[in-house]
């Protein structure tokens, strides 16, 4: 008898493995076969198991050592307060705040950090969604690396690009000092 719903994938769902720079990378999930060995029936047979979610809930964060931002002139701590007050236009509050706390932790060596407390500390409740959007937001930017539970954090953020400075609110942008 034909199933009914959703078609669902056979076998276990496996996390591809890779090294990069930062360890190992967790890209999307693909999926594998293995034979049901508990029936004794004829009729060949698969089971289907899934992992509950393959989505890291506890991130290591560790420095990210960028020579070329570190030495360019203009660069900016991550966490420092112009930091904040300069990024946060550009990538928003919860993403800055994070990079920030991130950085001030990194300085001193890897720390751990789990989804459910950065969204408590931050606002979001208990809503890891929102943080895996704003560390998706904070990769995008520059401001980190990820690889799997490894988050790559820059100490230092390069001067703000022209089209960022244009986004700048005009109280800001009249006093931005790289410009």
């Known amino acids: 008898m034909p199933r009914r719903g959703k078609a669902r994938p056979a076998g276990r769902v496996v996390a591809p493995g890779g090294a990069g720079p930062l360890g190992k990378w967790a890209g999307s ?8 060995m508990s029936t004794t029936s004829t009729q060949p047979t698969t089971t289907t198991t899934q992992t509950d979610d ?30 904040l007050i300069w990024w946060t236009p550009s990538v928003g509050p919860t993403a800055m705040l994070m990079a920030h706390r991130f950085a001030t ?4 060596g ?40 490894i988050v790559g954090i ?6 703000l690009t022209s089209r960022q400075r244009a986004r700048l609110p005009e109280y800001l942008a009249y006093v931005y000092p790289h410009a």
């Open 29 to 36: 999930a693909a999926t594998a076969t293995e034979p049901d």
């Open 54 to 83: 393959l989505t890291p809930w506890t991130l290591a964060v560790v420095a990210y050592p960028d020579p070329v931002v570190e030495n360019a002139a203009g660069s900016i701590p991550t966490a420092s307060d112009d930091a």
């Open 110 to 149: 890897p720390s751990s950090w789990s989804l459910v407390d950065l969204a408590q500390t931050f606002g979001a409740g208990k809503s890891t969604g929102r943080m895996l959007h704003t560390l998706d937001r904070l990769e995008r930017f520059g401001i980190v690396v990820r690889r799997g539970d």
């Open 105 to 108: 932790y990194a300085v001193e």
């Open 154 to 159: 820059r100490l230092w953020l390069p001067p």
